[in-house]
């Protein structure tokens, strides 16, 4: 100490050094290693940074290193605290934790790039982090992500374009998750100047509407029991069960989620929901319609796509989607005399048939140009 008071930077620098491997690996008694302990500790106040640093690199990656002196060197400036935070294996999962609620951004990227990162870290970085934090964790393998962290840095985080494109690519993000992430998508998209440019305001709007509708249908046909009521629950919360949706899954025999949907919004066990799509009459069917919320001119319509879902799901040469759609069409379309609300519903199934029919067409056209190559 009385040579340090008069030693160049540099030269304590060494010493620091050196004077942290020796508390590592030489045999010392008792004594000695309190006395380097407390030079150690006394180092720490140092004014040179790089006297700091030596210290840190020579106690950072070890768990000989002593405990206060780590935690001390985690909240030094972040070249000396990169020393440790991202590497000591002292600092526990609570540690790291109040580290990354109590530091800032470049203290939350430090620990989002450990070897390893636990849930519960994981979990705070997700809660608290900021885009380039939480981009760091993403793209680190040690990252024990959970499907509860993926889904809030969804929510807080879906207007990044980098953080989408990250969590679209993990196959265990959850479908609601999943949803916000493509709503926010279109939103940009239906903000973009170059589309509006391209498109026309109106038409751009109308056709990420539908592109919006159509991914929304395809997850609600994957999703498990384990995604179902988170699924359901946040497109309840952003008001897409709508009666165009619920018609667009019924036609498309989206059945789980369908029964699901309607298990929400007429507050009915989901059980007792599939018995009567499946066995029940046609007032009964039209009575669950209505504890659902829809209005009796709509129910109606339901009531005869149900009828004829269950007649295409047993028929071994349905054509599914196509046959429920054109014989709802032309029923309703005969009728003398229709409701507003099931002329516009029917509108909606004669114009997904249309789309269907266009998508089913470019399909075989492309198998026929890859047969003909």
Known sequence: MRWAEKAKASERAKAANALGRAYLHSTMDAHERQAALLAMTWLLDDPSPKVRLALAQALGGTEQAPRALILSLCLDQPEIAAEVIGRSPILSDIDLVDLAARGDGVTRALIASRYVLTQPVCAAIAEIGDEAEIEIMLANPGAIVTRHSLRRIAERHAGSAILRDMLLEREELPLD???????????????????????????SERLLREACEEATVALAGIADASDMDNLIDHLAEQEFLTPAFLMQALCLGKIDFFAAAVSHLSSLQEKRVRSILADGRWHAIRALYEAAGLAREMSEVFVEATLEWRRQSVDPHSTGFSAIATRLVDRFRSRKTIGELSSQLID??????????????????????????
């Open 177 to 203: 998750a999943r949803h916000r992430l493509a709503l926010s998508l279109s939103e940009a998209l239906g903000d973009s100047d170059l589309v509006r440019n391209i498109l026309g305001a109106r038409r």
């Open 348 to 373: 909606m199934v004669e114009r997904l048939h249309f789309v269907e029919q266009r998508q089913s067409a470019r399909a075989y056209a492309s198998f026929l140009t890859v047969e003909a190559a």
